[in-house]
Each structure stands twice: as structure tokens, then as C-alpha cells.
């Protein structure tokens, strides 16, 4: 079934340089993945829509324009970051997208 759904759209090829870089300085085992189906799949990379519905669990990363990205890896870092208590949240969109935090770097607000 076919119909439109909200998703994020991650356009990966934009960082592909940087994907490809640090793909080298990854200590990979086996070895041969660095440059066999991971290196492969970096070289032949294409943007692509995440749903979350679909995969069934929400992105842990907050990407914002020209600041680093962040990693977030659990539901109680995420609510130390947002000056929140987030043990009720659901981690689900649209749930998800009503949390916010500034940047750990610089303390800028994420683009409203």
C-alpha cells in the first residue's frame, strides 16, 4: 500500500567525503569490510527517507546546519540535554519532535 506518510529525509551524500574519511580511520573486523561492502556502500551512496512508523524506532541523531552532529543514546541523555524528565516520552514521531536542546558546542539553539 502506497500513500504519503512524515518522515525525515537524510540527504547522506552531502557528507559522503566525510563518511568516506572516516571509514578510514575505522579499525575494522573483519578488515575486509572497510573496503569491500561498507567502502562499497559509502562509494555508491544516495540520499534516502528514514520512517520511522516503518523501522520502528526514532533517529538518535540531531544533525543541525553547520554545527556538529550529535548522538543521543538513551531516553535519560536525551532528557539531560533537553533540561528535561523524558522517562514518560514516547519516542516516537510526532512526540519526538517537540524536543529540543542547544548545542553541547556552542549552545545555539537548533533552526526553528
Not at 20 to 33: G, I, K, L, S
Not at 41 to 52: P, S
Not at 65 to 73: A, E, I
Request: net charge negative; hydrophobic share 30%; with cysteine.
Amino acid at each position: 500500500m502506497y500513500y504519503a506518510q512524515l518522515s525525515w529525509y537524510i540527504r547522506t551524500t552531502a557528507r559522503r567525503t566525510e563518511l568516506q574519511h572516516e571509514n578510514e580511520r575505522t579499525n575494522w573486523y573483519p578488515e575486509n569490510v572497510k573496503h569491500g561492502r561498507f567502502g562499497d556502500w559509502l562509494a555508491n551512496n544516495v540520499d534516502w527517507a528514514y520512517l520511522v512508523a516503518v523501522m520502528g524506532h526514532p533517529v538518535t541523531t540531531v544533525a543541525l546546519r553547520k554545527r556538529p552532529l550529535t548522538c543521543v543514546g538513551s531516553r535519560s541523555e536525551l532528557g539531560e540535554l533537553a533540561g528535561q524528565d523524558l522517562t514518560d516520552l514516547d519516542p516516537h514521531r510526532p512526540y519526538i519532535d517537540d524536543i529540543t536542546f542547544a548545542c553541547p558546542t556552542c549552545g545555539k539553539e537548533p533552526p526553528g
